[in-house]
């Protein structure tokens, strides 16, 4: 096993000059004594004595009055592009210093509805991870029920969930972005050459739908209520690719979130000259759209990077958000 190196001893020179770097390197910027001195904020006599000091230091003289001001000397003028140097490396130091202090380490725990789990989870997590290399992530996927109820059981530190539940005693949250459903129908429905459709032209005609517990669910329930009507729910299951796949048989139509070519654009394999595919329009109904949220528990004591993140989440700028919920 090696001995463990003691660091060497400064030299005497060196250990009386390093406390006067700061000064030298002011006077060199601003080329005055008072300048010098407002600089770094201390009188100017302070300057001035540790001028003294410095010059009595490296046995040479620093400076010289020239008029009512200075001016350096040769020896001053070598010395000045080392004390820079010397001092931007120390300060490069620190800087690296209280970026390591700032970094957050451990575990963040969030779920959030499957439909986030494609572009939205994936842009927030690699973007804290840049900044973050040292924190881990356990997601938990599945309902807006199962998300909440996993949040309430502490199982998980934050949630993305739609629609976004109100503060209480025991949560917050916050809105991340206010996203427009539409309705998608097979490519050979009546209303698919349609930009846009209102809830009340499809009463009576079979929903595929997701379960009881999903986000998409609920908001279907209350659009069919504030348009005066019951959706008959023909078929239900727990992915939304799935319930597309019905829709594009011609199955029954559904409420989606707006996939990426816009509202009125053909999906599936219409291209293909098999007759399966499906329209989205846009609806044309006050209520359609869904508030997506970030919520999270009022504890004491929340583990550091896990308000790192939730703050990282929050500050994102509107437009990034919407690319990432889809619009």
């Known amino acids: ?45 302070t300057v001035s004595r540790a001028l003294a000091r410095a010059a009595a230091v490296v046995g040479v003289e620093l400076v010289r009055k020239d008029g009512r001001g200075i001016r350096l000397t040769p020896a001053a003028e070598q010395l000045l592009p080392a004390v820079r140097t010397a001092l931007q490396e120390v300060q490069h130091g620190l800087d690296a210093l209280h970026e390591r202090q700032l970094q957050a380490r451990g575990v963040v725990r969030l779920s959030f ?25 356990e997601l938990v996927q599945g309902s807006r029920q199962h998300c909440l109820d996993a949040l309430a059981e502490g199982r998980v530190d934050l949630s993305i969930v739609s629609p976004r539940p109100e503060p209480t005693r025991d949560i917050d949250s916050a809105t991340l972005h206010v996203q427009p459903v539409r309705l998608a129908v097979p490519a050979g429905h009546r209303l698919a050459e349609r930009r846009s459709v209102r809830m009340a032209e499809v009463a009576g005609e079979p ?21 005066g009507f019951k959706p008959d729910i023909a078929f239900s299951g727990q992915d939304s690719r799935t319930l597309l796949g019905l829709v594009s048989a011609g199955l029954g139509v559904a409420l989606v979130p707006p996939s990426s070519a816009g509202h009125g654009a053909v999906y599936g394999s219409t291209r293909h000259g098999s007759g399966l595919g499906w329209a989205e329009l846009a609806l044309e109904d006050t209520g359609a759209f869904r508030e997506i949220g970030l919520v999270w528990p009022r504890v004491v004591g929340e583990p550091p990077q896990v308000r790192m993140f939730r703050e990282h989440v929050l500050a994102l700028e509107a437009g990034l958000l919407a690319d990432a919920f889809g619009r």
């Open 207 to 227: 929903f595929v739908a997701l379960e009881r517990g999903f986000g998409m669910r609920s908001i279907l329930d209350r659009l069919g209520r504030e348009a």
């Open 113 to 137: 509805q499957m439909t986030f789990g494609e572009s939205a989870v994936p842009v927030f997590v690699s973007g804290f991870r840049a900044r973050h290399p040292d924190v881990r992530f």
């Open 1 to 45: 096993m090696e001995p463990v190196r003691r660091p060497a001893p400064l030299h005497g020179e060196l250990a009386r000059l390093l406390p006067l770097l700061p000064v030298l390197d002011a006077v060199g910027q601003t080329r005055h004594v008072t300048a010098a001195a407002e600089l770094l904020g201390v009188p100017q006599p």
